[in-house]
């Protein structure tokens, strides 16, 4: 079972940076397509972004594209979102999780804790 541990997140002010990392255990983090998914409070967990198994292709949801940007480190099990130019809307808890298919809301694992994003105004 592949267990996923986020970190990074925090409290910033509106227009603010943070990046947030997932790391992956297990031998194939490589053959995942990974994604980033968020819930804000009273709110559906909501699909992200996500990005190819080789890191060469990326997909953005319309509220974050231009701002957030996914990256991965294969050799480190490690998917990453730097966020630029936040905000308060961005407030949620943040996860990350392999995908069954690129660019869909397609978790394949248990969830991890998460990590907490709170952007003030």
Not at 74 to 89: D, R, W
Request: hydrophobic fraction near 35%; glycine fraction near 10%; aromatic fraction near 12%.
């Amino acid at each position: 079972q592949v267990q996923l541990v986020e970190s990074g997140g925090g409290l910033v002010q509106a227009g603010g940076s943070l990046r947030l990392s997932c790391a992956a255990s297990g031998r194939a983090f490589s053959s995942y397509v990974m994604g980033w998914f968020r819930q804000a409070p009273g709110k559906e967990r909501e699909f992200v972004a996500s990005i190819a198994k080789s890191g060469g292709s990326t997909y953005y949801t319309d509220s974050v594209k231009g701002r957030f940007t996914i990256s991965r480190d294969n050799a480190k099990n490690t998917v990453y979102l730097q966020m630029n130019s936040l905000k308060p809307e961005d407030t949620a808890v943040y996860y990350c999780n392999a995908l069954s298919y690129y660019a869909t809301n397609s978790p394949v694992h248990a969830w991890g804790q998460g990590t907490q994003v709170t952007v003030s105004s």
